[in-house]
């Protein structure tokens, strides 16, 4: 079980225990046959002794971790300089690295998963009427959130945060999109071989991008989501908005993505310590 996540290695040991104590159940005989055939019976083999239990709310691995904002800006920097080497040397795959390098902008700036952002089609991008100013992308509806077990897909709808989303979006929609998508393709991140860019592109992309900067192997595509979280909070985002922009349920979900520098925290304790020390001043200055 070695390299599993702490999330993986339950599921494996519940499935044994409860396989095991199908087996043990007296009401299907199955020892009675055991001792019967074999000279044995079978036992519980999974207890609380030899078993991983779940002992704190956040188990993500210390290496996870959020793009500070000059690693994000570099990653970006480098995506669209690949697009310009592969045109100036005249290959075809400047447009498929074209659509990965606006797929990554837009899955930060919507602190979107690996599948929401992949299936993202043309006509989930709609207008906020309280944010005109970003034209039709104003909001994004979400039609493949994470589910839970043995329901479908989380729906949910996300407001568009920066002013360059849209400016990237319409780009990519109105003027590059159309050279790469097949005939009546609604996808908005369609493949040079088929309907739809695949998971494992979008992965060993990223990862050839991360690695080429020489950035730590921790940072994965979900770190975008982490930094959309963490960069909304210290820029003074309420908390709640936060929360809903990304679907989570509870507050406590939202604070395990949030990776605040240590700059931040400076800020804000050295906010906190003036708010205090003027608190306390102000009776004296109103004494005199």
Known sequence: ????????????????????QYVVDPAYGWAAICEERFGTHPIQIVHEGNSAAHVQESE?????????????????????????????????????????????????????RRNETRMLDIVDFGRNPHAPEFGGYGLVHIRY??????????????????????????????????QLATPGSSALWPSER??????QRMNSRFAAYRDALGLDPGLDFHGLRRSYVTHLIEAG?????????????????????????????????RRALDETLAAALEPARRSR
Do not use: N
């Open 60 to 112: 993500s691995r210390p290496e996870k971790r959020a793009f500070t904002l000059d690693e994000l800006q570099d990653f970006f920097d480098y995506a669209d300089e690949q697009v310009t080497k592969a045109r100036d040397r005249g290959r075809k795959g400047w447009l498929p690295a074209f659509r990965d390098a606006t797929l990554f902008k837009v899955a930060y700036s919507y602190g979107l």
């Open 145 to 178: 959130g994470k589910a839970k077990k043995g329901s479908p897909p989380k729906r949910r709808s996300v407001a568009t945060v920066w002013p360059w989303t849209a400016e990237v979006l319409d780009e990519w929609i109105t003027e590059f999109r159309p």
């Open 1 to 20: 079980m070695h390299g599993c996540a702490h999330s993986t290695l339950r599921s494996y040991q519940d499935a044994l225990r409860s396989f095991c």
């Open 194 to 199: 088929g309907t739809r860019i695949g998971l």
């Open 237 to 269: 985002r309420d908390p709640l908005f936060v929360q809903f922009q990304c679907g989570h349920e509870h507050a406590s979900t939202t604070s395990l993505y949030t990776c605040v520098s240590s700059d931040f925290r400076t800020r804000t304790l």
